[in-house]
């Protein structure tokens, strides 16, 4: 469960803080399930990620990536992909990260390994 980074737009602070966003779809994998990342002064813990389809997001998951509309969401991601905007390439293979606010705090100079004990495994020293 290491610390990862995730950049976000500062547009996506408050719905963030909100609780309002709680998914960001990529081009890439930037984790897995259990990993964690700092954005706007809070941490957040991964809870699911998986392969999918721009379109099949856009259509399904609009309001966890903090949008009121699946147009919406498409200006956002046309103005961050001005390369491949959305209708050149709907069907395009992208990581739909699902998050939620971490439970326990995460410090900066050591791994999560170190801060959680796990069932049956000694603390890492």
């Not at 610390?3 to 737009?9: A, G, L, R, S, Y």
């Not at 700092?38 to 379109?55: K, N, Q």
């Not at 069907?91 to 606010?101: D, L, M, P």
């Given at each position: 469960?290491p ?51 721009l ?71």
């Amino acid at each position: 469960m290491p610390e990862i980074k995730i950049p976000f737009q500062s547009e996506f602070k408050e719905p963030m803080l909100s609780g309002n966003k709680t998914a960001t779809t990529r081009t890439r994998r930037f984790g897995y399930p259990g990993d964690w990342f700092r954005a706007f002064g809070r941490v957040f813990i991964l809870t699911e990620v998986y392969p999918s389809f721009l379109d099949v997001v856009i259509t399904a998951h609009y309001s966890e990536e903090g949008f009121n509309s699946p147009d919406e969401f498409i200006e956002l991601w046309d103005r961050m992909h001005p390369r491949v905007i959305y209708l050149q390439r709907p069907g395009r293979s992208v990581y739909f990260h699902r998050f939620s606010f971490a439970r326990k705090a995460y410090p900066s100079a050591r791994t999560v390994e170190q801060t959680i004990p796990l069932a049956g495994v000694a603390k890492l020293k």
